[in-house]
């Protein structure tokens, strides 16, 4: 059946969701063939829908799209399904005959949903320690502390200096004074910080960390995790697989050490580090330095100044006009064969083009 634009109707059923795309924000949603979505725009699919089948897909747990979509090389958007629906019985899957795509939100904005996610759902509880199953902890207070051990839990803490702290499973921690913490290790579990001088640190599966204040860290080691820090001086870690770190924060640090991760550093003087295969470093600030070593990883540095290395086997690098790009080759045993320095924009390399290093010579690609 044919894909067709549509105007949306009165009076159905329309689920917020998110959905992942590739680079060009497009997907296959209908047996391999390839849709192009553009924001705003609405379209609707004929026949029958069901989900994992046949029908527009996304997702209404914001980190469930990292299974169909790892955060390297992907996008993300905020959705509109309506039309049929059909659920997926094992995730929040939704499949769909219409979706429209409402916005693209981008990583930052799939940790935000993911917190608020978790924190809506949770059963609100006046204590500072829950053990309860979908319970909350609240504390408001200076130097306070809040936990919530129960699955589905909540714990928030907005004083000054405060902690808190969930560890149950799809619990979420919130920190919003400063130099406060908040830490979630339960699985699908979500942590943010956004005082000064704060610490998010999510360690389930597909959690989220997100530390939005001046010198704050946002650390996620469970798989498909995502880590965000866009305070002044923050950093951002994931070391889970098909994870992602975004740090946009001036002087700030991105690195992502699982498989299909990705770094993201926007600020000036940042780093960003890829360290797990197929993953991508990005450094999009002034004098910053992106870095990846795993196999067939990709290093862009797209701010004045910077540098791009790519040392992994069959790594590509990219630059913008004037920046430092670092390849290393490398046989099918890993050793090293040769090695390439050169200025994007100088001595026929391209600024803008990727290139990857072979026979000696950076070849572009």
């Known amino acids: 059946m044919a894909i067709k634009e549509s105007k949306s109707a009165e009076g159905q059923e329309v689920v917020i969701a998110y959905k992942g795309f590739d680079k060009d924000l497009a997907c296959h949603p209908e047996g391999g063939e390839r849709v192009q979505y553009v924001v705003g725009e609405t379209l609707e699919l004929d026949g029958d829908i069901a989900a994992c089948h046949r029908g527009f897909h996304a997702c209404e747990y914001p980190l469930d799209v990292f299974g169909y979509y790892p955060p390297a090389g992907s996008r993300f958007a905020l959705v509109e399904q309506s039309g049929q629906i059909s659920r997926h019985d094992s995730n929040s899957k939704v499949a769909s005959s219409k979706i429209k795509v409402s916005a693209e939100i981008g990583l ?11 924190t809506s759902r949770a059963k609100p509880e006046n204590s500072e320690h ?5 319970g909350a902890a609240s504390s ?19 004083g000054n ?12 921690a919130s920190s919003t004074g400063n130099r406060g913490a908040a830490s979630s290790t339960g699985n699908y579990g ?6 000064t001088q704060g610490a998010a640190s999510s360690t389930g599966t597909q959690g989220a960390a997100s530390s939005t204040g001046n010198y704050g860290a946002a650390s996620s080691t469970g ?3 995502a880590a965000s820090s866009t305070g002044y001086r923050g950093a951002a870690s994931s070391t889970g697989d098909q994870g992602a770190a975004s740090s946009t924060g001036n002087r700030g640090a991105a690195s992502s050490t699982g498989y299909r991760g990705a770094a993201s550093s926007t600020g000036n003087y940042g780093a960003a580090s890829s360290t797990g295969d197929r993953g991508a470093a ?19 540095s797209t701010g004045t100044q910077g540098a791009a290395m790519a040392s992994g086997y069959a790594g590509k ?7 430092a790009l670092f390849l290393v080759e490398r046989d099918d045993e890993y050793k090293i064969v040769s090695v390439w320095a050169g200025i994007a924009g100088q001595d026929g390399i391209k600024a803008g083009a990727w290139y990857v290093l072979r026979d000696g010579k950076p070849v572009e690609v």
């Open 108 to 118: 930052p904005g799939i940790i935000k949903a993911a917190i608020e996610y978790t």
């Open 130 to 134: 829950v053990t309860s199953r979908q």
């Open 140 to 158: 408001t207070g200076n130097y306070g502390a809040a936990s919530s051990t129960g699955d589905q839990g909540a714990a928030s803490s907005t």
């Open 161 to 172: 200096r405060g902690a808190a702290s969930s560890t149950g499973n799809y619990g979420a």
């Open 190 to 195: 979500a942590a943010s910080s956004t005082g």
């Open 223 to 225: 798989d498909q995790g």
């Open 282 to 300: 990005s450094s999009t600030g002034n004098r910053g330095a992106a870095s990846s070593t795993g196999d067939q990883g990709a290093a862009s």
């Open 317 to 323: 690098v990219m630059g913008a006009e004037g920046n």
